[in-house]
């Protein structure tokens, strides 16, 4: 089943090495995300592996081939400049109702429960549990590896990261308190800002919420939803440098359950 109301952005390098190049997880899946909604890829110019003008075409996935060097003097702690800027590049020629956000270098093949988690949540952002981690362990801190929700909501959030990014030209790790949450204690013990809290806080600051610690269980309840990986058919998801599956992913429930929870009832 297609969903002409849904556009899948997958933001970020679509290829891998620098002797041995190769297309990324996301890129190898395009024929099923081609075919479960409209498709656009938003990454940068100058990748010599990508794919073909005739395999776009066939499969009518539109590609965005940015410069890096325009975002470069940015806020880059973990890339966040790429990735904010890709992906407000991406969300500008999007005119469906809603968007998901996927990474090019990961995959799922069932996005069918994640696309009717933001329909029936249309006020909220929709992540997977993919380090989602438990309010005690770390407060304010949903998942980034897929983001989705209206189209509206995903350009509010972009559109005021990137002016933060703009504003905060440094590599140096933004702390808390920038966005008025001094009191704020990470998994690490101190008050930095971790790029997931990063985006959390700039979607919430943009629609106008109060940033309370003592709230935080609420806030993040009432706008924000999550999708278990396991109910994303199978998947390949980039953890550093390692590889999240179906056959890890128990391991990784069993040795981390404070970073991935299920629900919204575990925050």
């Known amino acids: ?24 997880a996301g890129m190898r899946n395009l024929k099923y995300y081609s075919q479960t909604a409209k498709t656009i890829i938003s990454t940068w110019k100058g990748a010599e592996v990508k794919p073909s003008k005739s395999f776009l075409t066939k499969h009518s996935v539109d590609i965005i081939e940015s410069n890096e060097n325009l975002y470069k003097n940015m806020y880059r702690d973990a890339n966040m400049n790429f990735q904010v800027a890709s992906t407000l590049n991406g969300l500008k020629k999007i005119k469906t109702k809603y968007t998901i956000k996927l990474r090019c270098d990961e995959s799922f093949s069932d ?25 005690s362990y770390d407060p304010f801190h949903p998942s980034d590896h897929v983001i989705g929700g209206t189209t509206e909501n995903m350009k509010s959030m972009f559109s005021y990261a990137f002016k933060v990014c703009q504003k905060e030209n440094t590599k140096e790790r933004l702390n808390a308190d920038h966005f008025g949450v001094p009191n704020l204690i990470n998994r690490d013990g101190n008050n930095g800002l971790a790029p997931e809290t990063f985006l959390c806080f700039c ?3 943009s629609k106008g919420v109060k940033l309370e610690l003592e709230k935080s269980v609420e806030i993040m309840k009432e706008n924000y939803e999550v999708v278990p990986l396991e109910d994303m058919g199978k998947f390949h998801c980039k ?3 390692s590889i999240i ?20 009832g575990e925050l």
């Open 1 to 24: 089943m297609k969903h002409d109301d849904v556009t899948l952005l997958l933001q970020g390098p679509i290829e891998k090495g620098k002797l041995n190049t190769y297309l990324v």
């Open 203 to 205: 979607y919430l600051q």
């Open 245 to 264: 599956n179906n056959t890890n992913y128990d391991t990784y429930l069993d040795q981390m359950p404070q970073n991935f929870l299920r629900s919204m």
């Open 111 to 135: 996005l069918s429960k994640f696309i009717q988690k933001i329909k029936d949540n249309p006020t909220k952002i929709v992540t997977t549990n993919v380090f989602f981690s438990k309010n």
């Open 239 to 241: 953890y550093d440098i």
